[in-house]
């Protein structure tokens, strides 16, 4: 009887430890966290979106899209062209739009595609890349600049 009560008592340590144990945030999550919040107070709009099929990401699974990292500016009096561009040995390769921005440089790295279209610029990028936001104010930089073409 004794060596029951044990037993059940270990029992019920083991699962609570294991409970608080699983309820921390791994180190990845909270960098993320800590990246977004930053681009939020910057004026960028980062959020998660199902990769568009013109940016080439492959996909997650043969019948789901893959999530990808999207960042944006707002900027309210701008009347911008549609377009759209792949990354392609860090420069711009044209999929719609003018070709004024057709082979641009692109110093950024993790970066998939960029799109424009009437007062938003984004982009769609790895964020695993730079989990220490080293390129954030680059990122605006490049956006606002592109806007200004």
Known sequence: MENTGIWVVGFIIVFVLGSILGLRVSPREKALGIMREKARKMGLHPRLVAAPDWTKIPMATESRASMVAYYS???PDA????????VEE???KLVQGDDKFND????????????MQANCVGLYWEEESD???TQLDDMKTYLKSLAEL
């Open 131 to 133: 989990l220490r936001a």
């Open 104 to 115: 641009l440089p692109i110093a950024l790295k993790g970066i998939y595609a960029i799109d």
């Open 73 to 75: 500016i707002l900027i």
């Open 79 to 86: 009347r911008l062209p549609l377009m759209r561009a792949r």
């Open 90 to 92: 860090q420069k711009l």
